[in-house]
């Protein structure tokens, strides 16, 4: 993305967040972040989400700060550009539950 | 692997890991485990360079812990089935290097 990300409002924050909230990320305390923590069956199977997100990563240029331990993925996103969250961490998160879906369920 | 891993005894902990020091490697302060700094030129290649490793991890069935954020990858290896360092860490060491190397050349 080629045009500079701009902060959440506050109210707009609020929408754009209660759905994921409902799926299980939370706002950091210390940090304008979201944060969730993923478990799925074994190895192979948080990396083949890691690979689906890292996709949209990619292609949306926006890249998560995350953590790999066998079957656990923990998974952060902000915008360093705006230093705070952003639509493309919402964009982002989106696709990561779909991803984290599939992965689930092959 | 199926056999049960064995802690390295102090000798040749120095001599199976002096290759890896020489090579960016450091001992953990607060755990019996190795730790090493990534940096790549971008997220694609950061994120090549995992999926090399996960090829060898899958392999090994012995997993870093590992977090990515953009170009950065940073790794610790331990065993958790001995509580601290095995020769699946030092092989699994080796193949990270071999990978990196790879990545950075091509």
Known sequence: ??????????????????????EGWSVMDTRDAIHKKFKFKDFKKAFKFMQGVAVHADRLDHHPEWT??????????????????SKRDIELARHIEEEAKNVSQQ
Do not use: F, W
Request: charged share 35%.
């Open 1 to 22: 993305m080629s045009q500079r990300a701009e902060r959440l409002q506050e109210e707009e924050k609020r929408d754009l967040l209660d759905p994921l909230m409902a």
């Open 68 to 85: 790999n331990v066998y079957n656990k993925v923990d998974i952060t996103l902000t915008t360093h550009d705006c230093d705070g969250l």
